[in-house]
């Protein structure tokens, strides 16, 4: 049976391939770039075919300029679909020679989602200098692309710059998504794992044991973070012990859209229908030590809604927000941003700590009142924010 | 063919084009020719009444004196919405002429039936702009003649100083009376200004008007005055509304392009170019930096002087805003252009005459701070190209272009790459522009300032854009796309030349050879 694989697609290649009798496999190419890489695309595919160790393949290729990580994820999976059984990978040239190990609490003010089977966006993600970007395989992948993605996924994490953004994929719920972790562990290019839908302590913890075993079997010392996304009632009523499952839990966050559905209401702007469970979801993180980071905001056109949904998160004690467009990054990066005043109040309070200290005094003030340790605690989280953003003492002046 | 020689942007160029003689390119303002302007024939007023109007397109090519190699000019304010160019070459096929040299102000994909004319040898070959299938006829050296490319200011630099002899002129206009005196801004077929018609309407020995909104006289304001009128023939339909002005003018909604059009606002503040004139195009990125820019604007408090179109809903929304002074308008985009231009008096309609003259006392692209454009290719040297493609295929006309690259900030500006290709080259495949020209490329990838802008250089250091050099672009691009193949041409067959705005041969366009 003949098979599809790819999409007709700007900076993408849509396959037919075909078995017919032994004998040399046969490329049929088509592209907009035809005149420039006409002939480096089919030796592409040719020597993929070769790679691949198959006979009497004949493969018709409609490309929009798909880059080569692209076409040999096209390949592989129209192979697989094509040839039961067919197991061997077609890997792009990695783009990076190592990359040091994310620590658990790095900033993850923004996450940007891509589609898992679109590879125009993820070659200018980094661009937009989210904290960390997402690549999806659930639900931006249709279930019939299932498999097509998650090569496509494997591909981007080995040929794809990412820049300094913490990369994450979030997978298929489990327990499917177990199956999609190998192909991502092994290119040791992912640090985090989403897991939506995560309802039970135990899974996740599962999870973890499943990637740190698979690791140490490759010899990768690699610590992959896990973050749960918790979109129904049960998942929110075990936030706490989700959080606490392992210690590779990164963060917890929230999914607004299936979450309303569970508990049979409309999702609405203001959100009323899941402000007690961002809450819960915000306690039970902190419970556990994590912070909580907040859903997406899905009107992207409403520049003014997502700053205050930013705002209100943070006033709840999220730490992060999702985002679903690159306009939105920035917005969340500059909503993020403390205030001069809280800042240099802080700045004030840090050198009173550091003058007790010097004093020998337990007791911290600033002017006329006192410190309480919680309150200092605030204030070099401040401090450290605004360090990120570049503030300074005094304010800048230029 | 004549020999190919050497000029200053180091391109082989031809001496003689379609047996005439050609002056290659010598530099940047090196070229200046002397003695006395061309000039149409001497009419007198006793030839004339006060009714021009003839039956039909025909009669009126008649009674002009249509031959065999005579030269045709039109204007392209219709855009792809014109109903008028491909009737014209009908007409003159079924009067049984051939050889027409054709020289519109520009082509679009519309006008594709004309294939058939240069197939037939009706059209001998074209000066002006060759695109889409026009352009493939062209590049594979299909067409009877060799394709002259010029810029809008080119165009009327050749009518001026006798490069170009347009015998018979065309003037397809929205609103026309019997006179001949005619606009763009009135009528069921309006499009705005109708400035590039008036080197048509100036130099050519004779002159048509073909309209579908015939009024009694006078037809005010006549932007096309009735007394470089021949004739006047009234017709059904001349254009399409929706395609002369689509008003589908919109911001990109790309993020890569939005975030090219962030750096470009950011570049003018910093470069100390905020406040000064602009020109903006109807470009997604066009469109975009000039939102960021008028932010900026906003929060310094400054205004523009000026500011060139094509105008849009959003330049007119500045305008009203008092942001801008001045709107000074070559061409409109859109609907709300056509309006404002109608009835703000503010909003003024420029020709190529004033804007982009070379043979002009000063002209108006010079008084341009800055000018925010595209192209297909820039090369290690900053010489750019807009003309082809990089395996070789004409794509674009050059339109104002070339002419607006004399404001002082001349940025480029687009995708590193475009659907796999990169756009900065080891060598451009046309030149266009001389690297001298360009001031700054800006991509999502990284900002390169030409190092002999060390003027610019000086003050964006510190900056948070990504500054780096052009080498640096170039390198990021192919390794995200990999090298591309050399194109396949005939490197001895031209089948075009570019013209700088002087007039000279900039470059020469080659045969790209068929594949079966």
Known sequence: MPVAVGR??????????????????????????????????????????????????????????????????????????????????????????????????????SRLYLPGNQPDLMVCAALFQPDGVILDLEDSVAPSEKDAARILVRNALLAVDFGPCERMVRVNQLPDGLYDLPDLLDTDGVDTILLPKAQRAEEVGQVAQFIKEYNTRWGSARRVWLMPILEDAMGILKSYEIAAS?????????????????????????GRESFTARCMLVMGARAAGVPPIDTVYSDVDDEAGLVASVKEAIALGFEGKGCIHPRQVRLIHDAFRPEEKEFQWAVKVKRAMEEAHARGQGVVAVGSKMIDPPVAARALKTLKMGEFYGMKEGGNHE | MSDLILNAVGRRVPLEVNGKPQTIFQGVGAYRPTGPKAAPRIPSNADYGTDKRLRSLREALEKCGLRDGMTIGIHHHFR???????PLFDTI???????????????????????????????????????????????????????????HGGRWQAAQDGELKIDIGLIPAPSADSMGNANGVNGPSACGPLGFALTDATFADRVIVLTDHLVPFPNVPWEIPGMLVDYVVEVEKIGIPEKIVSGTTRITKSPTRLLIAEYIAQF?????????????????????????????????????????????KYLVDL?????????????????????SLRDN???????????????????IAQHVGTAVL???????????????????????????WQNTLDADLTILAFPLFRGRIPIIVEEVTTVCAPGEMIDVVITERGIAVNPLRQDLLDRLKGSSLPIVTIEELRRKALQLCGAPDAPVRDMETPVAIVKWVDGTVLDTVFKVPERE
């Open chain 1, 8 to 109: 007709d697609a700007k900076e993408d290649i849509l396959l037919h391939l075909e078995q017919v009798d032994a004998g040399a496999n046969t490329v049929y190419l088509e592209s907009s770039v035809q005149n420039l890489y006409g002939r480096h695309i089919r030796e592409l595919l040719e020597d993929g075919l070769g790679d691949a160790k198959v006979e009497g393949v004949t493969v018709r290729a409609k490309d929009t300029g798909a880059l080569d990580w692209v076409i040999l994820a096209r390949l592989e999976a129209g192979l697989r679909r094509l040839l039961p059984g067919f197991k061997t990978r077609l890997l792009p040239e990695r783009a990076w020679e190592y990359r040091p190990q994310v620590p658990k609490d790095r900033w993850r003010r």
């Open chain 1, 246 to 270: 392992c210690d590779e839990v990164c963060a917890l966050t929230f999914g607004a859209e299936d979450f309303t559905r569970d508990i049979g209401a409309q999702r609405t702007k203001e």
């Open chain 2, 80 to 86: 792809d919405g014109d109903l008028t160019v491909v």
């Open chain 2, 93 to 151: 096929a079924e009067m049984g002429f051939k050889d027409i040299t054709f020289a519109p102000s520009a082509l679009f994909p519309t006008h594709e039936p004309l294939i058939r004319h240069l197939e037939s040898g009706v059209i001998h070959h074209i000066e002006g702009s060759m695109n889409g299938p026009i352009g493939r006829f062209c590049t594979h050296g299909r067409m009877k003649g060799t394709g002259i490319l010029r810029s």
């Open chain 2, 268 to 312: 003018i503040e910093e470069a100390g170019y905020l406040g000064r004139s602009f020109q903006a195009g109807a470009g997604g990125i066009s469109l975009a930096f000039v939102q960021y820019m008028a932010q900026r604007m906003r929060a310094a408090g400054v205004k523009a002087p000026f500011a060139r179109g094509g105008s849009t």
């Open chain 2, 319 to 339: 305008l009203n805003e008092g942001l801008i002074g001045y709107i000074l308008d070559g061409q409109s985009f859109d609907l709300d252009g056509v309006k």
């Open chain 2, 345 to 363: 008096p503010k909003h003024i309609s420029t020709s190529p005459f004033t804007s982009y003259n070379y043979h002009s006392k000063g002209n």
């Open chain 2, 374 to 400: 595209g192209a297909t290719e820039v090369d290690l040297q900053f010489r750019a190209n807009v003309v082809s493609h990089s395996d070789g295929y004409l794509l674009h006309g050059i339109g104002g």
